[in-house]
């Protein structure tokens, strides 16, 4: 019989299972489960950055996922060998001692607070500041240095800082936090003491300031300035972390009748969608990996003896194994890259929401079909007006920080900008300026990688925009002036863990080798157009003048 395993890609608005065959990489099964709390804006505040999930919206889609996947495929429950877990991240949890999330115990049940606090959460953005400011000051060791130098409020410590500050019944009822990674994997093998799971190496070292210098998390000496109970939280946290060619554990009992798979099936210690993704386009020394959707993460690899004790300055964490197992994992990223757009495709939605909706001209059949060409056709049509715009110096410049910026220097208190406009501006040229700040950021991101001594020989991208929007590749190909393959496959990340979770059951010896036989093939590749690189670079230096300006305002 073949080998199965399954890759758990948990995403910003849903989960996605992948049955991957573990012999040759062949996806056999996907299924995927939109969570039905955040659909409906559930316990979030966007005006004060405030994005929360309920947890039972992802217990609720690892059920129907991987459910959906065995009936579809047929496959016999022994042959599943091995399940791996892949979130967003930074996206801690409050817990209790058992592992149960605070908002499923009585009093929580509706306390956004007891939720998890999503990557894209900046309510901490004081506490993340407070924490940059003390790693520098306070005399001792800086603890942020291996994650760039500079503590993000996309992070671990500063959104539970923030949290335990606004809610003490949070703070006082809470006895540990985990990441969504880290939760997932602990329900799954049933574990009723969250001391004795097996933390992610990757989400520790590049978001909880945990690394082997100081043996593990910061001290509590350093917490302890930051507010007393984070030192006291600390006896409660973790000290060792584990590489997801690991397990974690095997599947409960409770989950193989759930689920209708066995208690052989191993789970892998759990990891970060884009670190997984990293690994399923075989990463390799020299390779950006671009994750590009709504936000992006920029991952690569270089051995110990290339990066030794020097740190890379600005970025979002180096950590020993958090991509592959032997090297260490760098990672950079943007706070918004296909948002930016989606951004201005609700601005341009407004009459369409707010007019067309209280209209008596049409009736309520012709605007709902008037509203769902409009949400099809309006980026596509943006799209090839914006393409059609001659490249030149004078069109108008914008900046891609809508959502603060991560990479390099992260500073999510940062705001967009636009300049250059005129009467002639219209909505295209618009597009087209977001368009090249997407990627006029994403080229600062390699230029301080190479700035800090990380050569780049090859551009890998995946994700949604990489797969489905040839004109914004060919932009970044043209202002990167580099080619850019395209991974042929649509679910890098759960293909990733997918390898964890082959290489965790024991299928193969090393993640290595594991993406040899298992990781995507390559569907395109996008080179740099030599007259419009010249422009590009014209309009990259107006790029960076609006940034130092509105930095300056900051």
């Not at 520790?204 to 507010?227: I, R, T, V």
């Not at 759990?270 to 075989?282: E, I, Q």
């Not at 994750?291 to 004790?309: F, H, L, Q, R």
């Not at 970025?315 to 194994?321: E, K, P, R």
Request: charged residues 20%.
């Amino acid at each position: 019989m073949n080998n199965y395993v399954i890759g758990l890609d948990y995403g910003t608005d849903s989960v996605r299972a992948v049955l991957i065959d573990a012999s040759n990489g062949a996806e056999i099964a996907s299924s995927v489960h939109w969570y039905a709390r955040w659909r409906e804006g559930k316990y979030c505040n966007p005006a004060a950055n405030q994005f929360r999930q309920h947890p039972l919206d992802h217990i609720e889609g690892l059920e129907a996922t991987i459910k959906a996947v065995v009936r579809e495929s047929g496959v016999a429950p022994e042959t599943v060998r091995g399940i791996c877990v892949d979130t967003t991240g930074s996206s801690p949890i409050a817990v209790a001692k058992d592992g149960t999330p605070l908002c499923m115990t009585p009093g929580f049940e509706e306390n956004p607070n007891a939720m998890m606090v999503l990557w894209k959460d900046h309510t901490a953005i004081a506490e993340a500041e407070e924490i940059n400011v003390l790693a520098r000051t306070w005399g001792g060791e800086d603890y942020t240095k291996y994650e760039g130098g500079i503590y993000s409020s996309e992070w671990f410590w500063a959104k539970i800082l923030h949290v335990i500050r606004e809610d003490s019944d949070v703070r006082d009822s809470a006895f540990s936090w985990v990441e969504h990674c880290d939760l997932m994997t602990n329900i799954l093998i049933g574990n009723n003491d969250i001391d004795a799971l097996k933390r992610s190496r990757c989400a520790a070292g590049h978001k909880a300031m945990w690394h082997e210098d100081w043996d593990g998390l910061p001290p509590k000496s350093f917490l302890e300035k930051l507010h007393p109970h984070l030192a006291e939280l600390r006896d409660r946290m973790y000290r060792d972390t584990f590489t997801s060619d690991l397990p974690a554990g095997n599947l409960s009992a409770e989950w193989t009748e759930k689920l209708g798979l066995t208690t052989d099936t191993v789970i892998a210690v759990g990891t970060f969608d884009a670190h997984a993704g990293a690994v399923g386009v075989s990463v390799e020394e020299g390779s950006l990996v671009r994750v590009m959707g709504t936000s992006t993460c920029d991952m690569m690899v270089a051995p110990k003896a290339i990066i030794g004790s020097n740190t890379v300055r600005g970025i979002c964490g180096q950590v020993d194994g958090s991509i592959l197992p032997g090297m260490i994992g760098l990672e950079a990223g943007q706070s918004a890259f296909g948002d930016v757009l989606a951004w201005f495709k609700d601005v341009l939605m407004w009459p369409i929401d707010n007019i067309l909706e209280q209209s008596n001209t049409i009736n309520a059949m012709q605007k709902l079909k008037l509203s769902e060409e409009f949400e099809n056709k309006l980026l596509r049509k943006l799209t090839e007006q914006a393409e059609a715009i001659p490249l030149t110096e004078n069109l108008p410049i914008a900046l891609d920080w809508i959502n603060g910026r991560r990479t390099p220097d992260a500073d999510q208190a940062l705001k967009a900008a636009i300049s250059g406009l005129s009467l002639g501006t219209g909505a295209a040229h618009i597009f087209k300026a977001l368009v090249h700040a997407i990627c006029f950021g994403s080229k600062k991101i390699v230029d301080r990688f190479e700035e800090e001594g990380v050569k780049i020989k090859k551009v890998i991208g995946i994700g949604g925009v990489a797969r489905k929007s040839p004109y914004i590749m060919q932009t970044l190909a043209n202002v990167l002036n580099r080619p850019i393959v395209v991974a042929a496959s649509d679910q890098a990340p759960a293909l990733g863990a997918a390898i964890y979770a082959a290489t965790a059951a024991g299928l193969y010896p090393n993640v290595l080798e594991a993406s040899k036989k298992l990781a995507s093939q390559f569907e395109a590749e996008y080179f740099p157009q030599a007259e419009q690189v010249v422009v590009f670079e014209k309009l990259m230096g107006r790029y960076e003048e609006l940034g130092v300006f509105v930095e300056g305002q900051a």
